[in-house]
């Protein structure tokens, strides 16, 4: 990952397609659009690549995920379980739809933990939302089972996790819907773009609409159409569809590059006894897009990571200080930084995030590094790669 070290003449021809005709538009124009439509195309092959009936493009993976939560009948001051590991969007979507984030603790899976999740649910709880963070998945089956025997809603945030899968099966494809981004630094990348995915007609009826100001999509006038419910302006453009689907023709293959250099790097730094591995619920439906691993305690990792970045090993983080994906650092959420009142704030039953703990996360992330697998690195950049890293963790060899 990113896609975008792959771009090519693949992607430049499906883009002039679209410039040649003039319609940027995703709907209507028949008459001088020559046959394309890129979103259409690009939803109907990712739902073929996932094994879905249904499939809608929108404008980023955080409108996927509020157009998900609206379609599924999320709401006002319901409660949905989310992990404290994520990017920030998957939380901001939940307040977007007036509906109140409460947090459970992760496990070494980088996700959600399913006996954790247990003990966080309410009678106000209305669905699960877990992440399927860096590339890989959650325990998507146990999770599973906890929503059927409480009659939860899944929702699946699979935004960093396309062509991920467990036991075979898509991750995406288990809940009442799944959502994914397709943004700069994703593995498919439109630029800007996201997916939601889903098996349930009427689900997929109400993304359809909800993010085109409530259309229904039936006819050649826009104008004459009906308006099933209210809605809002989430669409994509067909210039970013247009990348989106010569990029996914590049998944398969940008996939088995990630896992081979990954594989090649993990068995370098499985020589450490200091160092432990990322859980994988099934290794075999893991993305590669991150090789994830944690060291004895937070200053061992804190110490890697900046000598990492000193001898130009980039793209490796530790999460526990990074602003965008650990609740450590959301400041804004803690304190309610809003430019208006947010309908969560006022429900009866709103969280204290200020004085939320949940130590286990915070064990597991102080001591986390991830560490990004790029495309474009070519056998003599991992080579130098793995021996920098390899000298570098040298003193926490016993």
């Known amino acids: 990952m990113p896609g975008f070290e792959l771009f090519g003449d693949e992607e430049r021809k499906e883009v002039n397609d ?72 998957t939380i901001e979507a939940v307040l977007a739809v007036g509906a109140v984030p409460v947090f459970a603790e992760i496990d070494e899976t980088l996700c959600l933990d399913p006996q954790a999740l247990k003990a966080v649910i309410t009678s106000r709880t209305r669905a699960v939302l877990p992440v399927h963070m860096c590339g890989a998945m959650a325990c998507i089956d146990e999770i599973s089972q906890v929503c059927e025997r409480h009659d939860l809603i899944l ?11 467990f036991n075979g099966k898509a991750l995406g494809t288990f809940g009442k819907a799944g959502c994914f981004s397709f943004d700069p630094v994703k593995t498919v990348t439109c630029g800007e773009g996201g997916a939601i995915v889903t098996d349930d007609s009427t689900v997929y009826t109400h993304a359809d609409a909800f993010t085109d100001h409530g259309h229904d999509h039936k006819g050649n006038d826009r104008g004459l159409e009906a308006h099933l419910i209210l809605g809002t302006n989430f669409r994509i453009s067909e210039l970013n569809a247009a990348v989106g689907v010569a990029q996914l023709r590049k998944l398969d293959m940008m996939i088995d590059r ?52 000193e001898a130009g090993v980039d793209g490796c983080f530790n999460w526990y200080a990074n602003n965008w994906h650990y609740i450590s650092h959301w400041d804004h959420l803690k304190q309610w930084h809003t430019a208006a009142k947010l309908p969560s704030q006022s429900a009866k039953h709103c969280p204290d995030y200020q004085n939320l703990t949940l130590p286990q996360s915070d064990d597991i992330m102080r001591r986390a590094i991830s560490m990004q697998i790029k495309l474009a690195w070519t056998e003599e950049q991992i080579k130098q790669r793995i021996e920098k890293m390899m000298d570098i963790i040298g003193f926490l060899k016993s």
């Open 18 to 89: 679209v410039l040649e005709t003039g319609v940027l538009f995703r709907y209507g124009f028949d008459p001088v659009r020559q046959g394309h439509w890129k979103a259409r195309s690009f939803e109907k092959q990712l739902a073929k690549r996932l094994g879905v009936a249904y499939c809608h493009l929108c404008a980023s993976g955080t409108t996927a995920l509020i157009t998900a939560l609206i379609s599924c009948g999320i709401g006002a001051s319901d409660e949905v379980i989310v992990p404290p590991f994520t990017f920030i969007a």
């Open 155 to 165: 929702i699946e945030d699979a935004c960093q996790s396309v062509g991920g899968s």
């Open 258 to 309: 990630q896992r081979q250099t990954k594989k090649t790097i993990k068995d370098a730094l499985a020589q450490s006894d200091k160092i432990t591995f990322r859980q994988l619920p099934d290794p075999d439906g893991d993305t590669a897009t991150f090789l994830s691993f944690f060291l004895p305690d937070e200053s061992a990792a804190q110490k890697t990571v900046k000598k990492f970045g």
